[in-house]
């Protein structure tokens, strides 16, 4: 079974601009979690999909959105890029949950000029 | 929210002894502690998960250990190899509705000397 992929692998984007990641999930997952990854903050929880519906959400600006599809595969915009917004951002899928196992897909490396 | 820290935040160690790492958390009614590795541009691979009626679980070379009472989980690797070299993360989950999200620890950076 292939596992989460996520494109672009690489970003290279200038400050103002708005950016659009997308992630497809293992098969039969219906659940995606975002997650932005940075060497001074770490992990932290972006929002979770499930059946098209954002069911929960962490403490990022409304700048960053997401949107799921009926095949369950997600994307995530970032607009009005900050220099701040370089990061590695992570997709995991789960079953029907995020209280079931997530797996991670290898993440979009977001480099903002 | 929930507060997760993981000590040490590097560790090395000679090839075929023992790792641990430790972490901590606040919420008491976290119930899902998984730990995950990352190794160098990829994303994090899930080695273990324990929940919190169950004290102890291991996986061949991989062991976690929970105590709810001081709300610490630790990872326990024995024989490390060097493929083992990586950054290990803990996370912990507590399931209120609507706010089911992993809080996860600042990583360990665990290198096996050969």
């Known amino acids: 079974k292939a596992g989460v992929t996520q494109t672009p692998r690489y970003l290279i984007k200038t400050r103002g601009q708005q950016v659009t990641l997308s992630c497809s999930p293992i098969?039969?997952?219906?659940?995606v979690s975002w997650y932005q990854q940075t060497p001074g903050q770490g992990l932290q929880f972006l929002f979770e999909?499930?059946?098209?519906?954002?069911?929960n959400k962490g403490n990022f600006p409304g700048r960053f959105s997401g949107r799921q599809f009926s095949n369950s595969r997600s994307e995530m915009n970032v607009s009005t890029l900050e220099l701040g917004d370089s990061a590695l951002y992570l997709c995991?899928?789960?079953?029907?949950?995020?209280?079931?196992?997530?797996?991670f897909g290898p993440g979009t490396r977001l480099t903002v000029l | 929210g929930e507060n997760v820290e993981q000590h040490p935040s590097t560790l090395s160690v000679q090839e075929g002894d023992s790792a641990v790492i430790k972490c901590t958390y606040s919420?008491?009614?976290?119930?899902?502690f998984p730990w995950y590795k990352q190794e160098l541009g990829k994303g994090p691979q899930l080695i273990i998960d324990i929940r919190s009626n169950v004290g102890e679980k291991k996986d061949q070379r991989i062991a976690v250990t929970l105590n709810k009472t001081a709300k610490h989980f630790s990872l326990h690797i024995t024989e490390t190899q060097p493929e083992d070299s990586a950054v290990y993360f803990c996370?912990?989950?507590?399931?209120?509705?609507?706010?089911?999200?992993?809080?996860f620890g600042t990583g360990t950076r665990l290198t096996i000397i050969p």
């Open positions: 996370a912990a989950r507590a399931d209120y509705f609507g706010n089911e999200k992993l809080t």
């Open positions: 995991a899928s789960s079953l029907e949950s995020s209280t079931d196992t997530q797996y």
């Open positions: 919420d008491s009614a976290s119930n899902y």
């Open positions: 098969s039969g997952h219906r659940s």
């Open positions: 999909y499930f059946s098209e519906t954002q069911r």
